[in-house]
């Protein structure tokens, strides 16, 4: 099976510009769990979501915000950038056990 | 305090060596994650614990839910294990926690030849 994918990359954006990222989970994994990486935090959880709808939200500002669609791909977007957000943006899929990280998006914010 | 805390930090050693890596936490939990991140970003996961002990290969985790207590093991370590080792818990939360993991702030793992 194709691991999972995010897309894109790399990304550089400007101060109150707003991004959306994406995430396409195993086929088959009905959850999605998206996920932030900062050298000064740590890894800290944003959201997850089962079959298109949100069951856990973890402690961001209501500039991040996410989706899933009915094939299981999540969207995740962040309005009004801060330069507090540059970070690593991971995703990952599972069936309820075992998580499964897609590589992750960096976003730079200048 | 942060719910999950790792130790050490920061971890060097000499290829063949036996290493440990320790985690305590202090919620109670359903299952506990140990990740590897290597340079670049990607994280594997390497186990998902809820009771006991498992291994793969040269890598053996364990857990003792009555401690709030895991340890990650490598056996023989070689300096492609050099990473960052993750732990991470997911919460018993009355079946709300779902897919909401709280990490460690991570240890280090420097292996030389």
Known sequence: ?110 | KNEVEQSPQNLTAQEGEFITINCSYSVGISALHWLQQHPGGGIVSLFMLSSGKKKHGRLIATINIQEKHSSLHITASHPRDSAVYICAVLANAGGTSYGKLTFGQGTILTVHP
């Open chain 1, 1 to 110: 099976k194709a691991g999972v994918t995010q897309t894109p990359r790399y990304l550089i954006k400007t101060r109150g510009q707003q991004v959306t990222l994406s995430c396409s989970p195993i086929s088959g994994h009905r959850s999605v769990s998206w996920y932030q990486q900062t050298p000064g935090q740590g890894l800290q959880f944003l959201f997850e979501y089962f079959s298109e709808t949100q069951r856990n939200k973890g402690n961001f500002p209501g500039r991040f915000s996410g989706r899933q669609f009915s094939n299981s791909r999540s969207e995740m977007n962040v309005s009004t950038l801060e330069l507090g957000d540059s970070a690593l943006y991971l995703c990952a899929s599972s069936t309820g056990g075992t998580q499964y990280f897609g590589p992750g998006t960096r976003l730079l914010v200048l």
